[in-house]
C-alpha cells in the first residue's frame, strides 16, 4: 500500500471527530448500536490511559483510525504484579476497512509502545486478524483472566511479548497460572447528545 495517510498522536480538538468515526465503525458489528465510542470517552479520563500511545490516522483532512494503549497488569496467586499493556478500541473508519489499513494502524502502534518500553500486550481479539502481528492465545503463554478456571481457554484473549522470554521469565519467579485483570471498568451509558441519530437494527434471535 503507497503510504497516503498520517498516525499522529490524537489532540483534544480531535475527540468529537474521533468518537463519531468510532461509533460509525462499530455500529451493530457485535451487538444492537454499539459502545466503544464511549468506552474511548472513558479511557482517556482513567490514570491507567496512556497520552503518548494514543494515536490516529488521518488521511487528508479526514481521520479514518484509531488506536490507544492503556496500563494492565499480570498479578499471581501470591499477590505479585507485573506491567503490561492493553489497548482497544482499533478502529477503522467502514469506508477503509479491509484495504489494510487496520493493519498498518497497529504495526505502527505496536512499534510505538515497544519504544515507550511496554514488555507485552494482552488483549481481547479475534487471532484471525491479530495473529499477523504475533499474538498468540494468551492461556498457551500461562496467563488467563483473572477468575477463570485454571485450565479454561479463552480463544479470544491474546497476548504478545515485546520484550524477547517476558513471560517466560516471570513463570519462572511464579508456581501459579498468571493472570490478566483489567484496570479499567467503564459504566456504560447511551450518549447520544451531538452524535447523528443512528437506529438500531435487531437480528433474529435478539
Known sequence: ?????????????DYRETEAMVREAFWNVYRPGCYEHYVLHVLRKSREFVPQLNLVMV?????????CFVKAKMVDKNGNEVPVLTFGPLS???????????KKLLD?????????GASALCIEGNLAFYKHAG???????GIRYAGEPENGEIPYFLAKELREGFFEQYKEHSTTRLQHITSVKATLINLTSN????????????
Open 195 to 206: 452524535f447523528r441519530q443512528k437506529k438500531s437494527v435487531f437480528f433474529p434471535g435478539n
Open 59 to 67: 488521511k487528508g483532512h479526514q481521520i479514518i483510525g484509531q488506536i
Open 1 to 13: 500500500m503507497e503510504k497516503d495517510y498520517l498516525i499522529r498522536l490524537e489532540q483534544p480538538a
Open 92 to 102: 477503522i473508519a467502514p469506508a477503509y476497512q479491509r484495504k489494510g489499513y487496520g
Open 135 to 141: 499474538f498468540e492465545v494468551a492461556t498457551t503463554k
Open 108 to 116: 505502527y502502534g505496536i512499534a510505538q509502545a515497544r519504544k515507550w
